[in-house]
């Protein structure tokens, strides 16, 4: 049996390790609670509560990812991760792999890999475990776990997103931004955006959400602007219907947008140097409930 002591103390890295797998927090908390049950039948004497919970935590998320494909492939428009502040997936360790691979972006590249090829990837380049520890976890062997990270590299290296690790900067450049569309001045908007920007949006067939990412700085303006545009009609017709605010969300500035107080739609934005390169906006009101319920810290 693990002390609850050390299994509370664990409990923030479980559920980074659980998130990065699985991009739902929710799912997160159950597959660590889960964990939780099972470190009662843990071996007595154990050389490392954390690699015994570990493993634990990465094959139950291993089940839920295979019974889980079917229905992404259903999914209505593009699929994005639920978003969560930073806080709550960061390790500490100041690793780039690890900042990087909390972001909306990195977490959809995840899902082009196999169940298998994802958890070895994460758990050797992301939580550095030796290749033995890895076979062990997947139940395979230490030759086998090569290929599965060898070939997860192959495949992310193909797509990997741009990553800016300067949140002041990010933050900033989102500032600017922000300002920009409020002011209307699609030239001004698109001064901040990459030349091939990708706007994507997920209402999960719930909410009115764009059914394809949308390309290119000048239509990504467009669209942002008639965002700006109809929450304007909505608040002549009801004065403070809408508010927004900036916030870390999954290791990016991200704009918060309440209407009559309640979270709406979160646009996290991925940056490089001094333009915006993607913009994903999550509106699926399942995919904000952890959110609402976890709001990060207001900024200072």
């Not at 559920?15 to 939780?36: H, K, N, P, T």
């Not at 758990?123 to 230490?142: G, M, Q, S």
Request: glycine content about 6%; some cysteine.
């Amino acid at each position: 049996m693990i002390d609850p002591g050390t299994f509370e103390s664990l409990r923030p890295y479980l559920f980074s390790v659980a998130y990065r797998m699985l991009g739902s927090a929710a799912e997160s908390e159950d597959v660590v609670q889960d964990a939780w049950l099972r470190s009662a039948a843990a071996p007595d004497g154990l050389a490392s509560a954390k690699a015994w919970l570990t493993t634990v935590v990465t094959r139950l998320c291993l089940d839920r990812l295979k019974s889980s494909r079917m229905q992404r492939e259903d999914y209505v428009g593009p699929w994005l991760p639920e978003p969560v502040p930073t806080g709550a997936v960061e390790t500490g360790e100041d690793l780039l792999a690890r900042q990087e691979s909390i972001t909306l972006a990195f977490l959809v590249l995840l899902e082009t890999l196999t169940p298998a090829e994802r958890a070895a990837f994460l758990l050797r380049e992301v939580f550095d475990r030796d290749y033995d520890e890895v076979a062990d976890t997947l139940d395979t062997t230490a030759a086998s776990a090569r290929q599965l990270v060898h070939r997860a590299k192959s495949r992310i290296a193909e797509g990997r997103p741009r990553f800016t690790p300067s949140r002041e900067g990010q933050r900033a450049l989102v500032e600017a931004f922000c300002s920009a569309v409020q002011q209307g001045d699609l030239t001004e908007l698109e001064r901040y955006l990459a030349a091939d920007v990708t706007y994507t949006a997920d209402g999960g067939g719930r909410v009115a959400a764009a059914r394809r990412p949308v390309h290119g700085a000048g239509s990504v303006a467009r669209v942002m602007h008639g965002l700006v545009n109809k929450a304007a009609v909505a608040a002549d017709a009801a004065p403070g219907a809408w508010a927004g605010e900036l916030a870390s969300i999954n290791g990016e500035t991200a704009l918060l947008a309440y209407r009559r107080g309640s979270l709406d739609t979160v646009f996290v934005f991925s940056t490089e140097d001094d333009q915006i390169t993607a913009i994903h906006a999550i509106r699926n009101p399942d995919k904000l409930a952890w959110l609402r319920q976890h709001p990060p810290n207001r900024p200072s």
